[in-house]
């Protein structure tokens, strides 16, 4: 059945090629400054502090001859209720803490070629900030019109098939005006997909289970910013929305 939805959209000129690349690019301040100081130049100069959510993203980093021996913060710290979150993005479910660290009880995260370390937030230190090649458009559209705006102007409209794609989408998404932006995520044919044609085998449904879709209106999927997971949304409705 999902294949059939794939060739109806291939029919119809609906999907496009595959988007290639990355997320965007990580980059080493070797200025030093507290954890709040280096968040607040990153969002400044580029979009956040660094996320390493994947051990995929870990042997990125480490492969990176410039980035090794490097102490330096990222975006991981321990918020008011005792949650390690990532800067701008979603509650931390990845943790590669170093075998040779010395815990201090710090509440913010560096990162070296061997693990993540805990510091006092206020520590001097070097620090990573990511630049997005996702890109936040603050117009409020439909999600056609989303999808068609994203083809038209950038390249598509963003799909979030990994637990990394999610973080750095909510990264991006931090001065949008509504509180959900468009994905390409639409149900067809009985079931949901991505409109560039990537599996659905990473998921983050709010309530934890996919959607069965009984309102014929809310076959769209959007992120919800606040709850940090996937909705499935009235389609008609105008919201912001995220681009490759």
């Known amino acids: 059945m999902k294949r059939s939805a794939l060739n109806f959209l291939i029919l119809t000129g609906l999907l496009e090629a595959a988007v290639c690349g990355s997320y965007g690019t990580n980059h080493i301040v070797r200025e030093t400054k507290t954890w709040s100081e280096a968040q607040k130049h990153c969002r400044e100069h580029f979009t956040d502090l660094s996320s390493i959510s994947s051990q995929a993203e870990v042997d990125r980093f480490n492969d990176r001859e410039s980035f090794r021996n490097t102490y330096g913060w990222i975006g991981l710290y321990k918020d008011a209720s005792e949650t390690w979150r990532w800067s701008g993005g979603r509650n931390a479910s990845f943790f590669r803490w170093s075998d040779s660290y010395t815990d ?11 693990g993540f370390h805990k510091k006092n937030c206020d520590r001097q230190q ?22 068609r705006h994203c083809r038209s102007n950038h390249t598509d409209l963003v799909h979030l098939k990994m637990e990394a794609a999610v973080i750095k989408t909510l990264q991006t998404s931090r001065e949008a005006q509504t509180d959900y932006v468009w994905t390409s995520l639409r149900f067809l044919a009985h079931t949901w997909l991505w409109m560039n044609g990537d599996e659905m085998s990473y998921q983050a449904w709010s309530q934890g289970k996919t959607p069965q879709c009984s309102n014929r209106s809310h076959r769209c999927g959007a992120l919800s910013l606040k709850g940090q997971h996937w909705v499935s949304w009235d389609c008609a409705d105008r919201l912001n929305f995220v681009c490759y």
Do not use: P
């Not at 201090?104 to 061997?114: A, W």
């Open 104 to 114: 201090e009880g710090g509440r913010c995260v560096t990162r070296s070629e061997d």
């Open 126 to 147: 070097s620090f990573y900030c990511f630049k997005s090649r996702r890109i936040l458009v603050k117009e409020n559209k439909t999600w056609e019109q989303a999808l």
